[in-house]
């Protein structure tokens, strides 16, 4: 972590740079949008759920943009929806990720030929900051991805945006 | 309980030609075919008496025939003119225990089919759909506008044998 080894023999006062101190409060509280959209969205609530508790890492769903720091797209996004994510996404206020959960989000899954009314990739309509495979992923893989993003806002700078 | 032949019968001394035939020839139950222009009465007739009592419609789903004449063109995709859509109709009487299916077949240049809404108010969003999916208009319905695909989408009716997807909606890439 890199925060506690520099402390004082006074046990009062931590010394941190300012962007790890901003990173780590940051990565430690990502408060996602409280927003599921298919099959993947009962895997995301599985790992909200107590087996593997999504709380342990500081996300709970919030259920406003305006207060959230991530969205987890979960799910098959239709044309129609898409244009309500790019919405909501607009409303979160800077800094916010996302993770792209599930083959549907991350390029179309199973709809990729036929579905006329599927966007072919989330990544066409807003950033994305990690890509989580799996038909659904397990909530073990949803962990990782969200690990991920840990270690991108770790590693992000305040005077440049990384993640 | 009444049999799809006896039914048939009945319904054609009732109606005479609007009832338009009887196809036994299919691996699922029985088919009648009905006129689209007086499928509200027949099916207010098949509601309320008393040997039919068929009060339920379990599904109004919409068919592309697709047999008129195909044109390819240049990228080998279908073009089709003439032939109908169809719309089916299942019924099931929860008093008497008895099934039957009504068809209908349209126009595919102007498909207008009778709005079965008064008679069974679950056809609402049914009929909604098959106008999403195939462009059939159900005249008298209260609300006929799309139900799944968005309000201004323009590139047709999805499920119509000959239909092509758009390059872009909304300045969304739609092919893979």
């Avoid at chain 1, 300012?18 to 298919?38: H, K, P, T, V």
């Avoid at chain 1, 406003?64 to 239709?78: F, K, M, N, W």
């Avoid at chain 1, 966007?119 to 990782?144: F, H, S, T």
Wanted: hydrophobic content about 35%; glycine content about 8%.
């Amino acid at each position: 972590m890199g925060l506690l080894d520099k402390e004082f023999s006074d046990g009062n006062i931590v010394i941190a740079r300012a962007e790890d101190l901003m990173n780590w409060a940051r990565l430690s509280s990502i408060w996602q949008l409280g927003f599921g959209l298919a099959c993947c969205a009962i895997e995301m609530m599985a790992t909200s759920a107590s087996h593997y508790d999504f709380d342990r890492f500081g996300v709970i769903p919030r259920n406003t943009p305006r207060q959230a720091d991530a969205i987890i797209i979960s799910g098959t996004v239709t044309l129609k929806m898409a244009t309500r994510i790019k919405r909501l996404y607009e409303q979160m206020p800077d800094p916010k990720y996302i993770i792209s959960m599930g083959s549907c989000a991350n390029c179309g899954g199973p709809y990729w030929e036929h579905g006329y009314h599927v966007l072919k990739g989330i990544d066409r309509v807003i950033p994305v900051d990690v890509y989580v495979p799996g038909c659904p992923p397990r909530p073990e893989a949803l962990l990782e991805g969200l690990l991920k993003l840990q270690e991108k806002i770790r590693n992000e700078s305040m005077r440049k945006k990384t993640a | 309980m009444k049999n799809p032949e006896e039914i048939f019968e009945l319904l054609k001394k009732e109606f005479g030609e609007i009832i338009l035939g009887l196809d036994k020839d299919t691996p699922v139950d029985p088919i009648i075919s009905v006129d689209p222009k007086h499928i509200q009465k027949v099916g207010a007739f098949l509601r309320d008496n008393e040997d039919f009592k068929f009060d339920n419609l379990m599904v109004l789903s919409g068919v592309d025939d697709a047999n008129g004449t195909k044109t390819k063109d240049e990228d080998g995709m279908d073009t089709i003119s003439g032939g109908t859509l169809s719309v089916y109709y299942h019924l099931h009487s929860t008093k008497l225990k008895h099934k039957i299916t009504i068809k209908t077949s349209t126009y595919r240049e102007n498909p207008e089919v009778e709005s079965v809404y008064n008679v069974w108010r679950t056809s609402d969003w049914h009929e909604r759909e098959a106008f999403d999916m195939f462009g059939i208009i159900f005249k008298n319905h209260p609300d006929l506008r799309r139900i799944l695909m968005p309000y201004d989408w323009e590139a047709g009716f999805p499920l119509r044998k000959d239909y092509k997807n758009p390059e872009f909606y909304q300045g969304m890439k739609v092919p893979y």
